[in-house]
């Protein structure tokens, strides 16, 4: 006969009142006190039942036991378990990349494994070509987390192989709407800035404002272009934003025109609206230098820019036409924005 029972029970409830006993192999049996061998939580009186003992608490948290092979305190005390040991392998290695556990077991603390130290890479330095912008080496906190850095655009130079370029030798090394002058990138279209005040050049016929020398090929109708000539060579001073005005009769029919270097160049083909007045630019070279940009108006006049070839160089380059007279675009792959008439 089982204590307060005269038949074999089923379920603890069926046991005498008190809440000291428990059913186990159809017997009435008395709980365990804390620190007694126990199998499940209703076999101790302290209601739990942890590591095969009976503890004072669930002791269910990460890193938490109640034995003392575990914890170094007594059997039936829910403690930390050991700094270093992981008796239940809940401290494995999760990896550098996610400054959790590092696999060298538990921290001493109830609650926490042995985290990655603030010294450990999380995530490397590298540049994200598609958003030109680079990310330093990101490393953990200590504390489990990943101290992410925030990214630096490249512009106006493109990624390299982890980290943003910082010089260039091509075009392709800077990011597009810019172009290479010498090693540095600079915006599309910018030119080096002109002097405020200088002694104005010879070469400049149409005299200087300060900052743009302006070389005068105008004339009369039907006479021969002031600048027109296969063996004249217009050749815009340094120093100075150039504008060769070639809106003449035959101006600057058949000659060559170079572009000062570093600086804005501006050739006027087109006809301003004097009849008789043609082939302004008809059969000219109009070359760019290798950093200013470029800029040729051809006007309305179907002959302005017949046979026209513009070079194009690394800083921006375009032609604007009305009429049917299109001036060809050489050299276009090299331009950081090149502009061909439509």
Do not use: R, W
């Not at 239940?88 to 130290?117: I, R």
């Not at 010498?182 to 300060?210: D, F, H, Q, R, V």
Request: charged share 15%; net charge negative; proline share 5%.
């Amino acid at each position: 006969m089982q204590p307060g029972k005269c038949a074999p029970c089923t379920a603890d409830d069926e046991c005498a009142a008190g809440g000291d006993l428990y059913c186990t192999m159809s017997a009435c049996k008395t709980k365990h006190p804390i620190a007694a061998a126990c199998g499940a939580d209703n076999e101790c009186s302290s209601g739990n039942c942890a590591d095969g003992v009976c503890c004072d608490t669930a002791c269910g948290e990460v890193c938490a036991a109640c034995t003392m092979a575990k914890t170094g305190e007594a059997d039936g005390t829910c403690a930390a378990v050991t700094m270093g040991m992981d008796p239940d392998a809940e401290c494995m290695d999760a990896g550098a990349a996610t400054c959790d556990a590092n696999g060298m077991g538990c921290s001493g603390s109830v609650g926490s494994c042995v985290l990655y130290s603030n010294a450990t890479s999380c995530a490397p330095a590298g540049c994200d070509k598609v958003k030109n912008e680079q990310s330093l080496e990101s490393l953990c906190d200590g504390n489990g987390t990943c101290a992410a850095v925030l990214p630096t655009k490249c512009d106006p130079y493109v990624c390299g192989t982890t980290t943003c370029k910082t010089s260039c030798a091509v075009k392709a090394d800077c990011k597009s709407g810019n172009y290479c002058d010498g090693m540095a990138c600079k915006t599309c279209g910018t030119n080096k800035p002109a002097p405020g005040s200088m002694m104005c050049p010879a070469a400049c016929t149409g005299g200087c404002n300060g900052t743009t020398c302006t070389i005068d090929c105008t004339g009369p109708a039907n006479g021969k272009g002031k600048c027109e000539g296969n063996n004249v060579t217009i050749n815009c001073p340094a120093g100075y934003d150039c504008f060769v005005d070639c809106s003449g009769d035959d101006g600057c029919q058949d000659a060559t025109i170079n572009c000062p270097a570093e600086h804005k160049c501006t050739v006027n083909c087109a006809n301003p609206n004097v009849p008789g007045y043609q082939d302004q630019c008809k059969g000219a070279d109009i070359n760019a230098s290798q950093t200013g940009s470029l800029s040729v108006t051809c006007g309305t006049d179907n002959e302005a820019c017949s046979g026209t070839a513009i070079a194009c160089k690394a800083n921006e380059c375009k032609a604007s036409c009305a009429g049917n007279s299109k001036p060809t675009l050489n050299g276009q792959a090299n331009s950081c924005a090149a502009t061909p008439c439509p």
